[in-house]
């Protein structure tokens, strides 16, 4: 009988132990969505961006040298 409250005290800490880590291995998966989620929108945004200067690039291209703005030995082109 004096082993009982070992034993209940032994499982009582082991029942917090597998508690504690559940939460972390919640708090971890939330992390790891929040991270996959932030990247998932820069790679939109970054998407946008390059179809915009793909764009422009495009558009540029279009203009007819002789419409386009003299040479003033800064251009990059």
Sequence with gaps: MKW???ILYALKALSMLMSRLE???L???GARDAIA???R???DELKRANAAREDQRVRNAA???DRSLPDDGFRRD
Excluded: M, S, T
Aim: charged fraction near 35%.
């Design 23 to 25: 939460r972390k291995k």
């Design 37 to 39: 989620h932030a990247l």
């Design 63 to 65: 203009v007819p040298r």
């Design 27 to 29: 708090l971890d998966e």
């Design 41 to 43: 929108v820069q790679a």
């Design 4 to 6: 009982l409250p070992l």
